[in-house]
């Protein structure tokens, strides 16, 4: 399969009062076509400007992007002009933003905003473009459209805007999908009728998706392959089997022993990760997690573990999977 | 089983949003908890749980229904009753930035707890807040802290360190890990379990996550539009649950593992929870339930018992 979207070694800066804050210290990862991806982590990993990177709106000052490769169908993203990115926002790549509430005009009617990407991207008639932002608006499962593309964002209830958010991005028919953390503010029974109208867009229109969350339960359904980010870089990769099954770094074992499941029979005692995440303004030697890691070996603090093999397509960077170890541990 | 420690029966909270209209955020609760058990309260955003659990320390006046505290009523008590109330029931906050008052140094805020009371002064009142920092896995040097050098799970733990200075019984833990990481809400959680053994205290757990509560709580009240529909023991609740919302409610929540997802059959639940201030007639849950009928439109269901120690409204049970 081709791939859509290549990021190589991203690096993302923001110059803060305190000093320079490294947000994103070289993320690598591939996206294919009509794959779903989700990137899991806690707050302040890097996983929303990594998200907020690919679509360029870091704003810059304070942020920067100081390294890397975004190759989007081929095309490196950060070298196109402004102008040029504008036409690959919205209509190649389109993005739902984490907090519908604040992210819809409070001044527009729904509609006039779903109808401001079409006039942008395309040029339609006017009635043309009525009829669509009907379409989407009823394609996201919003009741009454033609009575709901006439109302603000006020009129819209928490998932309804959400859904609404979801139209726009999809407006275009891009051909990735940035959620950002789409479900975070809203209740569970919502969230399950957003992540079932995300598959079923992704069936029915083939849309490649990245999905942004420190939820790992949410992506178990969704996503095919998950890749875990801690402190700015991702520590582990693989197919949604591998890594639920055989967690093979120790912040992603951690993260699945840290909540208890709905399903179990027996209580089994929660393990906390101890410790908190480090402060990426001076992060730590070494590899990232080993302040709070309970297997830290000597090596760990010293030097950074590569990514290796566990599988075909199961990486993680940890230096318990360092093939010269095995070997002495024996 | 234990005594009942607190039981809540038809509890009414009403709000006036102007205009004449009226919000209903708690309309007739009732349940009981046991000494040393934990209750989890749950349901989405909204549905008055938040309201139950402030009503329950006395942060509002009920319209109506009672709250009875070892048999007694928390409404009617003079004016010492009262402020040995306040040190038998005591309250862990949602947002841990939001609840600790940033000009006073953690040392103040768990000491003021004890001047209020008159439980210690001077040298022993300097040896307590070391000793409630250090039972909450805090360092006892840092009682000269502010709050903002904290992170989000360490203010979360001054807040119970706050709450526990002074003794109390009974503990209204208000989604006290919402707003955590998930990888420090674990820490948090063990820290309360293992406080309840240590301290023989009685929880009321309020919160959205079910899995949650699942592991934390003895029994589970799921409620909807500002009343109970179902309460039974944990375990029971998540094998056999009777109401098509703690069915749809249970089913909505994700289980991190594909092989299951896959297996999972959800219940998507159609529309929004409706307005409170103008409640559906009948059955509040008529207007999203899959296996509604016209009676369900007409009258409004009771809690009745159906199974040991497990109640639902429902007119299908």
């Not at chain 1, 006439?150 to 009129?155: G, I, L, S």
């Not at chain 2, 038998?88 to 949602?94: A, C, G, L, P, V």
């Not at chain 2, 991190?256 to 639940?269: A, G, S, Y």
């Amino acid at each position: 399969m081709d791939k859509i979207l290549e990021i190589s070694d991203l690096k993302v800066n923001f110059s803060t009062y305190a000093g320079v804050v490294q947000a994103v210290r070289g993320v690598n990862l591939y996206l294919e076509k009509g794959e779903a991806v989700a990137i899991v982590g806690e707050s302040g990993c890097g996983k929303s400007v990594t998200a907020q990177s690919i679509m360029r709106l870091i704003p810059e000052p304070p942020g920067k992007i100081v390294a890397g490769r975004l190759l989007f169908n081929g095309r490196d993203l950060l070298k196109l002009s402004e102008k040029e990115m504008e036409k690959v926002r919205g209509r190649e790549i389109g993005m739902i933003f984490q907090d519908p509430m604040t992210s819809l005009n409070p001044t527009m009617t729904t509609g006039r905003q779903i109808a401001e990407v079409l006039v942008k991207h395309q040029s339609l008639s006017g009635k043309t473009i009525n009829k669509r932002c009907i379409e989407l608006l009823k394609l996201v499962g919003i009741p009454n459209p033609e009575k709901r593309a006439d109302q603000y964002p006020h009129e819209f209830s928490g998932g309804m805007r959400q859904r609404a958010m979801i139209a726009m991005a999809l407006a275009c028919n891009p051909q990735l999908l940035i959620a950002d953390e789409p479900t975070t503010s809203l209740d569970v029974t919502i969230q399950a009728q957003i992540m079932e109208l995300m598959k079923e867009l992704q069936f029915k229109l083939s849309t490649s998706i990245i999905l942004i969350t420190h939820d790992l339960g949410i992506v178990a359904g969704l996503c095919s392959r998950i890749l875990v980010m801690y402190a700015g870089k991702i520590v582990e990769e693989g197919t949604a089997d591998a890594l639920f099954h055989n967690p093979s770094h120790p912040y992603t074992r951690g993260l699945l022993k840290s909540f208890p499941r709905l399903d179990s029979v027996k209580k089994e005692e929660l393990t906390p990760i101890a410790g908190r995440p480090p402060d990426l303004l001076a992060p730590p030697r070494g590899c990232a997690f080993w302040p709070r890691c309970d297997r830290a070996m000597q090596i760990c603090a010293r030097e950074e573990p590569p990514s290796m093999e566990i599988s075909t397509g199961h990486r993680a960077n940890c230096w318990m999977h360092y093939d010269g170890l095995k070997e002495v541990s024996l | 089983m234990g005594d009942i420690l607190l039981e809540v029966s038809g509890l009414k909270k009403y709000f006036n949003v102007g205009r004449g209209q009226v919000l209903k955020a708690v309309d007739g609760v009732d349940f009981r908890i046991r000494q040393g058990d934990t209750l989890g309260l749950v349901g989405e955003s909204g549905c008055g749980k938040s309201t139950v659990g402030r009503t329950i320390t006395r942060l509002y006046r009920p319209t109506g229904g009672t709250v009875k505290f070892r048999g007694k009523d928390v409404f009617r008590v003079s004016a010492a009753e009262s402020l040995s109330l306040c040190r038998d029931i005591q309250m862990i906050f949602q947002d841990p930035y939001a609840s600790l008052n940033p000009r006073m140094t953690v040392s103040d805020i768990i000491g003021e707890a004890l001047d209020i009371h008159g439980l210690a002064r001077g040298r022993k009142r300097a040896e307590k807040i070391e000793e409630y920092l250090s039972l909450v896995g805090l360092n006892p040097e840092h009682a000269a802290r502010f709050p903002h050098e904290f992170s989000g799970g360490q203010r979360q733990r001054i807040g119970i360190a706050r709450a526990l200075a002074v003794e109390p019984s009974f503990i209204v833990c208000d989604e006290p890990i919402s707003a955590l990481d998930v990888s420090i809400q674990a820490q948090v959680v063990n820290l309360l379990e293992k406080l309840q053994k240590e301290l023989n205290l009685t929880y009321l757990f309020i919160a959205h996550d079910l899995s949650m509560v699942k592991y934390l709580s003895d029994q589970v009240a799921v409620m909807y539009l500002g009343k109970v529909v179902e309460v039974a023991e944990s375990g029971e609740l998540y094998k056999n649950a009777r109401h098509p919302y703690t069915k749809a409610l249970l089913s909505a929540i994700p289980i991190p593992d594909p092989d299951v997802e896959k297996e999972r059959r959800r219940i998507i639940l159609e529309g929004d929870v409706p307005s409170p201030i103008n409640p559906p007639v009948g059955c509040r849950f008529c207007g999203r339930c899959p296996v509604a009928q016209d009676v369900c439109f007409r009258e409004e269901p009771s809690l009745v018992p159906v199974g040991d120690d497990h109640v639902a409204a429902c007119h299908a049970v």
